[in-house]
C-alpha cells in the first residue's frame, strides 16, 4: 500500500466500542448469550483504507498489527460478504491501520470488519443504507452489526436486535480508556459466566441506565486477570462519573465531566501503570 497514494474519502475510521453496561441473561443452544447492552461509540479507532485492486487483499500495519493475519482475516470476509450478497465483481486492495489492542473488549476486528463494509459500500457505489449494511454483517460476529451502526444503541438478544437511543447526557462527557496489554479471550470469558440472571437493564437515560447498569462478565475477567482491579481501582481514585471494564476486558473506561479531569486522570494512571495502553476520546 506504501507506493498507493489514497484519498482522504478512501478511508473509514473502525470506531473504538464501549459496552456502557452489559447484562448476561443467559444461555444459548447456539452457543451464544442472550444479554442486553448499551453499545457506544468513541471518535478514535483503527483506520480501514481502500484502492483499487485484483481481487480482495489485504495488508496491516500499525503499533498492534503483530499477530494478525493478512489472509485469513474478519475484513476480507466483509469483503466478500458484501461483493457476495450485492453481486459485485470488483476488485480492493485493503490496508488495516491497526491502533487498538487486540482482544481487549472495545471493538478491535468487529470494528474493523463495519469499517470495511461502509467503506466498500462507498467505494463499490452500492448506496446501501446502513440498516441493510448491519443486516448483511450479521454472520460476521456478535457485535459487527453495532459497530456498522457505530451509534450509542440498546442492544438485546445476542446483541444483533439494535435500537438507537438519545444520548445527549453522554456526549457531554469524554471518555478514557485504560488496557494493561494482556488480551483476553472472549471466548474464556463467556464460558466463565455463573449462569446467574441478575435483571434487566432500567428504562432511564443512557447515562443513568449505564451507572445502574453492571458488566456481568467483569467479576470473572477479574478473576482470569487479576490485574483489571488495579486498573478499576486506579480509576475509581479519579472520581469518574463511571468506570467498569468493557465488554469481555481487558479494557477499562472511565467517563468523566471535562477533558482537563479526563486528562489527569489518564496521567495518574499511566504513572501508576506504565506498562499500559490509554487512549481519550469523545463519543459520537
Known amino acids: 500500500m506504501s507506493d498507493t497514494v489514497l484519498k482522504a474519502s478512501d478511508s473509514e475510521t473502525a470506531y473504538a466500542k464501549i459496552n456502557l453496561a452489559l447484562h448476561v441473561r443467559g444461555r444459548l443452544d447456539n452457543g451464544y448469550h442472550d444479554i442486553e447492552t448499551i453499545f457506544a461509540f468513541l471518535d478514535k479507532g483503527d483506520l480501514v483504507s481502500v484502492a483499487p485492486g485484483d481481487g ?10 503483530d499477530g494478525l493475519s493478512e489472509t485469513e482475516n474478519l475484513i476480507l470476509q466483509a469483503a466478500r460478504r458484501l461483493a457476495e450478497v450485492s453481486g459485485v465483481d470488483k476488485g480492493a486492495y485493503l490496508h488495516l491501520d491497526k491502533q487498538l489492542p487486540i482482544a481487549s473488549g472495545i471493538g ?30 450479521k454472520p460476521l460476529g456478535a457485535d459487527v452489526p453495532a459497530c456498522v451502526i457505530s451509534q450509542t444503541c440498546s442492544g438485546t438478544g445476542i446483541g444483533h436486535d439494535l435500537t438507537t437511543i438519545a444520548d445527549q447526557d453522554l456526549r457531554e462527557c469524554t471518555a478514557l480508556l485504560i488496557n494493561p496489554m494482556i488480551p483476553v479471550s472472549t471466548a474464556d470469558i463467556f464460558n ?21 447498569g453492571r458488566n456481568d462478565l467483569q467479576p470473572q475477567a477479574v478473576a482470569l486477570v487479576p ?11 479519579c472520581e469518574p462519573v463511571i468506570a467498569r471494564m468493557s465488554g469481555s476486558g481487558a479494557t477499562c473506561f472511565a467517563l468523566f465531566d471535562t477533558p482537563g479531569v479526563t486528562h489527569d486522570a489518564e496521567r495518574h494512571c499511566r504513572r501508576a501503570m506504565d506498562n499500559s495502553w490509554t487512549m481519550i476520546g469523545k463519543f459520537r
Do not use: C, M, Y
Request: charged letters at 20%; glycine letters at 10%; proline letters at 3%.
Open 56 to 65: 480482495l487483499k489485504l495488508d496491516i500495519d500499525g503499533p498492534f498489527s
Open 108 to 137: 478491535g476486528g468487529s470494528a474493523d470488519a463495519a469499517a470495511t463494509l461502509r467503506l466498500l459500500n462507498r467505494f463499490w457505489g452500492l448506496d446501501l443504507a446502513l440498516d441493510t449494511l448491519a443486516e448483511i454483517a
Open 227 to 237: 490485574i483489571l482491579s488495579d486498573v478499576l481501582q486506579l480509576l475509581g481514585e
Open 192 to 212: 466463565s459466566w455463573d449462569g446467574v440472571d441478575h435483571g434487566p437493564l432500567s428504562n432511564d437515560s443512557v447515562l443513568v441506565a449505564a451507572k445502574k
